[in-house]
Each structure stands twice: as C-alpha cells, then as structure tokens.
C-alpha cells in the first residue's frame, strides 16, 4: 500500500514531522514509514534519548518547541504531515495527581499556530480510547481532553484536515521505561517485595501491540481520514492478567496487593479503523504479551548502553596506545640495528653509541615503559654485538669495566622513562583541573542565567506591583463619567488594555425583561462583523449567566459563543453583557479570568452610578416624555463621542434631521426618536436644529438611513 496523491512537486512520497518527547507509538510509526520510502524526522527538547528504531535514520532536532522552531522546521523540510505524540498523558495510570507535567496545551499551541503558514496534507494528534467516557478522568486524561477538544475546533476554523487517533495501552519491544503502562508495572516489579495495583483485578485495558498502531496510522492517512478513529483490539486485559504476565517476564516473587479502582475498555464508541479501511490486529496480548514483556527485561535502557560503550572504548583505549607503543618501539630497534650496522664505518659518527640514543628517544617519547623495554632491547644487541667479535660472554659477567654500557643504558632509560611520565602527569593533572575549571564555569554560567531570569522577573513584578495602584487610578478616572455611552465606550478601550485583546464588546438591554441587546461599543476591528442586536434565547448559556450573575468561558470552544463574557447588573437584575469575542488558547487561564472580573465590576459600579445619575436628572437631560437630549446634555455627549473617535479610532456618523422650512417641534421629536436603534442619539442644539449621531455604520449605509428619514418627511445632512 503506497500513499497516492501525496507529497510537494509529484512526489509520492510523504515527510513526516514528529513532535515530542519519546513514544513508543512515534518509533513504531516512524519505523513503518521509513520502511515504505517516506522521509522522517523529529522535534524533541530531550537531550540524549534515543529515539529512531532500528535500521531507521531520520533526522533529529532536540531543540525548545516554540512556534519559530516549528515554522523553521515545517518550512525547511516541506513537512507533509504532522504527528503530535502524547505518551506521557496517554498512559499516566500510576502516576500521582500532584505529579507535576508540562500541560499539553505548551506542545499544541506553538505546533498549530506555525502549521497556519503552510497547507499541510494532514496533522495528527495521538489520544487516548479512555477519552469516550463523559465521566470524570484523572488530571493527565482531562488535559489530553482538552487538548483534543482544542485541536478539533483549530481544524474545524482553519479548515485543516486533521485526525484525532484514539489507541489504548501499547506494547513491544522496547526498554521497560519506555514500555508505557506495562513497562512502569517492570520497573516496579524490579526491585520491590510488593508492588500495588490501583485497580481492582477485573479492571480491563485495551493493549495494541506498537506495529498493528504503525499499520492501522499507515492505512487511516493512505485514505486522507480525518476526525476522530479509535484503534481497539477488542480483547481487553484484565489487570490481573496484566500484572500475572508482568510477573512471569520479571521472575517477580513478591506480592501483588489490587486497589479498589475500576476501569473498562468495553463499548469503544465513534468510527473505527476496521470500517475505514479494514484494519485488523495482527498481534494480541493474551497471545504475544509474555514474549514482548520477557524481551523488553533483556534490553537495556540508554543511559545503561552508554555507560557498556563508554567503558568499552575506555579497555580499548588503555589497550590500544600500549599495544601501539610497542609496535613503534620495536620499529625504532629495527632502525637502530640498520643504522648500528652500517655506520660502523663512518669516521664521523662511528664513535656514537646508537643504542644509547635510541633508548634515549624512546624513553622520552613513550615513558618509563618502553623506556625500560628499549633498554632490556639495547642492552641483548650490545651482547649480541659482543659475542659477533668472539669475546667470552664469562668475560663481561666477571669484569666490572664490561658492566659500564649496560648501567648507562639502564640509567638513561629509567631517567628520561621518569622524566617523560613526570612531564604526562603534570600535563593530565593540567588538563583535569582545566576540565573541572571548565565544567565549574559551565555551571555557574547556567546558575547566572538563571538568577538574571529570576531578578528580570522579580523586577517584572516589581514594576508590576508599583503601576498596579497607577493602573487601577488611571481606570477609574477614565470610568468617572455620569454619561453611561461614554463609560460604554472607554470600557472597551479599558479591556482591550488590560486583556491585551482587541477583540472586546459591550451589549445593553434596552429592557430589563427583553431578551434582546443593543451593541453599545466594540472594539474597531468587530465594527463591520458584530450586528447590532443580539438575541440572548439564541444563546442559552450567555442568558444562564446573565440570569445567575456569574461569568461565563467557553471552554467547550464552541463557535458560535464568545471566549468570555461577564454580565452587568445591579439590585433589579443583569442591564448589559461585557464580552470577549476572540482570545488566544494560552490565555484560558484563573489569571485572566479573575482579571475579566475585576475590571467588569468596576465597570459596573460606574456604570450603575451613571445610570442612576440620568434617571434622578431625566428631566433635565431628556426632552420631556421623549428620549432627545436637550441641547447641554447632547453637547456633552457629542464631547465625549468626539473625544472617542478621535483617541479610539470609533466610527461615528453625525447628521443634522431637517424639515422643509422649519425646525423640528416636540412630535417631530418624538417621530424622528422612533427611528433611531438603541445605539444612536438625538439631540437639540442650542439654535433649535435636530441633530442625530449614528454609531458603527460605514459610508455605504447612509442612504438606508436617509430612505428611512426621507419616509416619515426628514432630511439627513451630513456632517463631514
């Protein structure tokens, strides 16, 4: 099976990025692809782990994953596909609740933000099967949760094909600490008398073996499948089985005490890879899970391969320099020999001792050693040349005189061997005092860094401690307004600030009974997209919170609701709506949400201080029984929408309402204030004319608003 129609430029085949730390599931993959043609590589920040199967070369980038890395990565291999590995959440069924674990959203954020700048033929998030339960799941399963629900509403906006691979449990051939839920049970069993199980012993598991994942992942991105796909064997393990199996590979004797925990693999709900593309498991755990578990105990882990080469290399090299040492050292007799033989006749040098010299050169060279070694040698040649010239070998042995050369030969080769061994040690003492110089620096260069890191975020949050009481003042001076439509359209700007987020809205209810809401302010870029009512029964969650006074996320991240919103309200019940359209995955956090909260009862305060400001003083703000401000109050809300558009870029529209030759009495008044919308103004200037102001329109809506006017007898003239 070849994947068709894949690759950049006609290529058929597929380059695969994978993302994380070590899984079973990535090298099973990587393997199976690699032995099709495709090309791999992997984006790690562990150091030194081993990653690629055997026989498998790909290339490997053990950097930090932020979003510069991932697009340099996604752009410099023309990667085709990404696989998103998810081990350490996927099988953390004995691991503590407090166990502290990079959340999930730090891998996906800077991963599918890069993946926007390049159209890829697919990404792939590996999940968990345990995830079809709507019931409570520890900590690491709620995080891969949410990482789920966050990667399907990224595919879903951006339009990627994406596919969410739901797998349980894996095994195969690997070093136990990497084995996933089995290898932790081997680990455990190694050197402990009991080992607990938190499950109850008819607690079951679905096991894959690691190559039937490779096949099934091969087959689901051959078909281009996207969605949710669940890769189940449908022979689940019992935890007694699991457990007695583990015993047998790890000769464990000691005790096996089960918890009271349960867990079931029955009923895998959602599409499977057998109705997609027929896949089928080819091993299963009853049947090969003692070979898998009994091989992994045979391998050994990196760090302990390491330590065998390390040590390896270490014999060869104390063999290795001797053994050469000597070759050379024989060599140089071999030289002195010829040399001895055949400059015998030479008047210049024939009354230098070679041998002398060459004991000489190899002590120095080589140490004490083969410095004794050339003597041993030095002294038979001047035996062997003594009895070449018929001298009695008694002779030398009984006379002193004889002893001579051999005492020099011995003196000089001990002496310089000495002095060569003095001269290397003091050179390795250097070299060993500059490598702990060195690793000292090493470390106190890490321990400045991390202090500087540490004294720019204390300073960060110094500054951010002295501005906070600044901040809080600048807020709510810029609040302290009696006009609600300016406190309404400072409050955007004011959230815009502190959430650093401009995507910001505020809804007013007209009525406190209505279930509609009038756009009062939003941020400039939401103008042209946000309509100026909203139906709040079309929005039951937002009317639930509106109605319980409580804030309202989304963390279901679904579309058609805001990122937050907060309500508004005073003793009669909730008037208005602050609203969050649009915010970054990062900033889901307990930080923003107390932020949102704090500013939006701020804002409150103000705002019902204002309200209630214009219903003690409607009399002289409004024209009696209409809603046209009389001519001090209009020129202070113009004021302010002036002051708004100018510092907030706000679009405002002004417009004089005129009759054929005359101004406006109090029933043109209350006929033209019928047809304004809730977010609009009428006023009376001081000469008498009628002025209207409309927010958030653009130029190509006037003529509907001067048709309607022109209707019911008004001219609109424009103010521009």
């Known amino acids: 099976m070849r994947l068709k129609d894949w690759g950049r430029n006609g290529e058929t085949?597929?380059?695969?990025?994978?993302?994380?730390?070590?899984?079973?599931?990535?090298?099973?993959?990587?393997?199976?692809?690699?032995?099709e043609g495709d090309t791999v590589c992997w984006l790690t920040e562990e150091r030194d782990a081993e990653l690629w199967g055997t026989g498998v070369s790909g290339k490997v980038y053990r950097r930090e994953i932020t979003y510069r890395t991932c697009r340099q990565l996604i752009h410099g291999e023309s990667?085709?596909?990404?696989?998103?590995?998810?081990?350490?959440?996927?099988?953390?069924?004995?691991?503590?609740?407090?166990?502290?674990?990079?959340?999930?959203?730090?891998?996906?954020?800077?991963?599918?933000?890069?993946?926007?700048s390049i159209k890829l033929e697919s990404i792939c998030l590996l999940s968990s099967v345990d995830l079809r339960k709507d019931a409570l799941l520890p900590s690491a399963f709620e995080d891969l949760r949410a990482g789920e629900r966050i990667f399907a509403a990224w595919c879903r906006e951006k339009r990627m094909p994406g596919m969410i691979l739901r797998v349980g449990c894996l095994f195969g051939r690997t070093v136990p600490e990497r084995a996933g839920f089995a290898g932790q049970i081997l680990c455990a069993m190694r050197n402990q008398q009991t080992v607990r199980c938190p499950f109850r012993p008819d607690a079951s598991f679905d096991f894959l073996c690691d190559s039937?994942?490779?096949?099934?992942?091969?087959?689901?991105?051959?078909?281009?499948?996207?969605?949710?796909?669940?890769?189940?064997?449908?022979?689940?393990?019992?935890?007694?089985?699991?457990?007695?199996?583990?015993?047998?590979?790890?000769?464990?004797?000691?005790?096996?005490?089960?918890?009271d925990l349960d867990h079931d693999c029955e009923g895998i709900d959602g599409r499977t890879a057998r109705e997609k593309c027929g896949w089928m498991p080819f091993y299963l755990f009853e049947d090969q899970g003692l070979l898998y578990l009994s091989s992994c105990q045979n391998l050994k882990s990196d760090s302990e391969q390491k330590a065998q080469a390390k040590e390896k290399r270490k014999r060869l090299q104390s063999r290795q320099p001797f053994l050469i040492e000597t070759a050379q050292n024989l060599l140089l007799f071999v030289v002195c020999l010829l040399l001895s033989r055949y400059t015998a006749d030479w008047n210049d040098i024939r009354h230098v001792d070679i041998r002398l010299l060459y004991v000489i050169v190899v002590a120095i060279s080589f140490g004490m050693r083969q410095g004794l070694l050339a003597t041993v040698l030095a002294i038979a040649a001047y035996t062997a040349t003594l009895l070449r010239s018929q001298i009695d070998i008694s002779y030398v042995l009984y006379s002193v005189e004889s002893w001579i050369p051999f005492i020099i030969y011995g003196v000089a080769g001990a002496f310089a061997g000495y002095w060569s061994d003095k001269k290397n040690d003091d050179y390795d003492g250097l070299m060993a005092e500059f490598q702990e110089q060195g690793d000292r620096y090493e470390f106190l260069k890490s321990l400045y860094r991390e202090v500087v890191e540490v004294k720019n975020n204390l300073q960060k949050q110094i500054v951010?401690?002295?501005?906070?009481?600044?901040?809080?003042?600048?807020?709510?001076?810029?609040?302290?307004?009696?006009?609600?439509?300016?406190?309404?359209?400072?409050t955007v700007r004011v959230l815009e600030d502190m959430m650093e987020d401009e995507a910001v809205a505020l809804y007013l209810k007209p009525q406190r009974q209505s279930d509609y809401g009038r756009l009062m302010a939003c941020s400039a870029k939401l103008s042209a997209e946000l309509s100026p009512s909203i139906d709040f029964r079309q929005y039951p969650k937002l009317q639930e919170?509106?109605?319980?006074?409580?804030?309202?996320?989304?963390?279901?991240?679904?579309?058609?609701?805001?990122?937050m919103a907060m309500p508004v309200w005073d003793e009669e019940g909730a008037f208005a709506l602050a609203v969050i359209v649009e915010l970054p995955p990062d900033r889901y956090t307990v930080y923003y949400r107390n932020l949102f909260q704090t500013l939006v009862r701020i804002i409150q305060d103000n705002l019902t201080r204002a309200f209630r400001y214009?219903?003690?003083?409607?009399?002289?703000?409004?024209?009696?029984?209409?809603?046209?401000?009389?001519?001090?109050?209009?020129?202070?809300?113009?004021?302010a929408l002036s002051e708004a558009q100018d510092r907030f870029d706000y679009p405002v529209n002004i417009a004089e309402v005129q009759l054929p030759g005359r101004l406006p009495d109090e029933i043109d008044c209350r006929r033209a204030s019928s047809?304004?919308?809730?977010?609009?103004?009428?006023?009376?200037?001081?000469?008498?004319?009628?002025?209207?102001?409309?927010?958030?329109?653009?130029?190509?809506?006037?003529?509907?608003?001067?048709?309607?006017f022109a209707n019911q007898g008004f001219t609109l003239r424009w103010n521009d």
């Open 13 to 35: 085949s597929v380059r695969v990025l994978f993302v994380g730390d070590y899984d079973m599931a990535g090298q099973s993959i990587a393997t199976r692809l690699y032995r």
């Open 79 to 116: 990667i085709d596909c990404i696989v998103l590995l998810t081990a350490s959440w996927r099988e953390a069924f004995l691991e503590s609740e407090e166990e502290e674990r990079t959340p999930l959203l730090a891998l996906l954020d800077p991963v599918l933000r890069a993946a926007q």
């Open 212 to 259: 039937d994942l490779a096949d099934g992942f091969y087959r689901l991105l051959s078909v281009h499948a996207t969605g949710i796909w669940n890769l189940d064997t449908r022979h689940p393990v019992t935890a007694r089985e699991l457990y007695g199996t583990a015993r047998d590979a790890s000769n464990f004797e000691g005790t096996i005490e089960f918890g």
């Open 464 to 490: 951010i401690s002295r501005d906070s009481l600044g901040n809080l003042y600048a807020i709510t001076e810029g609040l302290n307004s009696f006009s609600p439509r300016t406190i309404c359209l400072r």
């Open 545 to 563: 919170a509106m109605r319980e006074k409580k804030l309202y996320v989304n963390t279901e991240l679904d579309p058609d609701y805001p990122a």
């Open 614 to 639: 214009q219903e003690d003083n409607r009399e002289r703000i409004y024209l009696p029984g209409t809603s046209v401000l009389q001519p001090e109050a209009f020129d202070s809300e113009l004021k």
């Open 675 to 708: 047809l304004l919308r809730g977010t609009d103004l009428l006023g009376l200037r001081r000469d008498g004319t009628l002025w209207a102001v409309f927010l958030y329109i653009s130029r190509d809506n006037r003529p509907l608003l001067e048709e309607r």
